[in-house]
């Protein structure tokens, strides 16, 4: 069992940037793969960043080349460090934490971009 607890949300002016961070609590961390996962208000969830346990990132393309996925698993620890934010970025943002067909996720913290 994985307990995951987001922080670092909130709101920031476009242009700005964010650390979102995800503790997890739990045996054996660095096995998972980490997702940041976002969902928009009447839109789907969808995959932001993913990091693997080998440290292999991927990203979704609208955030290619602003956003950064890191882990330190000394910390139990996944960060999203977030800059250039645009509007589009407003979402709550859900932290993952996957190994083949299990699942934990995270409460949720809410990014809000706005001028």
């Known amino acids: 069992q994985v307990q995951l607890v987001e922080s670092g949300g909130g709101l920031v002016q476009p242009g700005g940037s964010l650390r979102l961070s995800c503790a997890a609590s739990?045996?054996?961390?660095?096995?998972?793969?980490m997702g940041w996962y976002r969902q928009a208000p009447g839109k789907e969830r969808e995959l932001v960043a993913r990091?693997?346990?080998?440290?292999?990132?991927n990203y979704v393309d609208s955030v290619k080349g602003r956003f950064t996925i890191s882990r330190d698993n000394a910390k139990n620890t996944v960060y999203l460090q977030m800059n250039s934010l645009k509007r589009e970025d407003t979402a709550v943002y859900y932290c993952?934490?996957?190994?083949?067909?299990?699942?934990?996720w995270g409460q949720g913290t809410q990014v809000t971009v706005s001028s």
């Open positions: 739990g045996s054996r961390f660095s096995i998972y793969a």
């Open positions: 993952n934490a996957n190994r083949y067909f299990v699942n934990y």
């Open positions: 990091i693997t346990s080998d440290g292999s990132t």
